[in-house]
């Protein structure tokens, strides 16, 4: 079940792979993001040392949040793959000129996972394209729709 979507990732990069990380939170914030009070469409990953961070995440705290936790709406946050997919994704971005989006927030097993793409960016032509193709396909169907009636 998916909690955000980070739409203008599709509209800006190709996504060439997909991959599934955990994310470190810390209470208030799986809380905050059970009452889907957070924002990743300004977000992207960066890679520091041989570590993944979510950076840019936007989770509002909660009016109830604890008196003795000090909520920060943006902070960077640790990123949990397994050690060969971190391997791979920090040399794709190195050497390739790829980069790291987040695409969703879901749950999975009462966790809170973190879909990362690696992607590639649009030029501004390819996102006219992208945009002509859409339109095409609404067209058509909506045609095949009149066609039934």
């Known amino acids: 079940m998916s909690i955000v979507d980070n739409k203008k990732?599709?509209?800006d990069y190709f996504i060439e792979d997909r991959y599934e990380a955990g994310i470190v939170l810390e209470g208030w914030e799986v809380k905050a993001i059970r009452a889907s009070r957070?924002?990743?469409?300004?977000a992207y990953v960066v890679v520091r040392g041989d570590e993944l961070?979510?950076?840019?995440?936007?989770?509002?705290?909660l009016e109830?949040?604890?008196a003795f936790s000090h909520p920060e709406a943006i902070r960077?946050?640790?990123?949990?793959?397994h050690r060969a997919e971190v391997d791979k994704l920090i040399g794709k971005v190195e050497r390739s000129g790829y980069t790291l989006v987040p695409l969703n927030l879901h749950y999975k097993g009462g966790r809170v996972k973190c879909e990362i793409g690696l992607a590639k960016g649009k030029k501004q032509h390819d996102k006219r394209a992208t945009e002509?193709?859409?339109d095409?396909?609404?067209e058509v169907a909506?045609?095949?729709k009149q066609n039934k009636r």
Request: glycine share 2%; aromatic share 8%.
């Open 38 to 42: 957070v924002q990743i469409k300004e």
């Open 76 to 81: 960077t946050r640790k990123l949990l793959l």
């Open 136 to 138: 095409a396909k609404r």
């Open 53 to 61: 961070y979510l950076f840019g995440a936007h989770i509002s705290a």
């Open 64 to 66: 109830a949040a604890s």
């Open 142 to 144: 909506s045609a095949m």
């Open 9 to 11: 990732a599709f509209h």
């Open 132 to 134: 002509k193709d859409r």
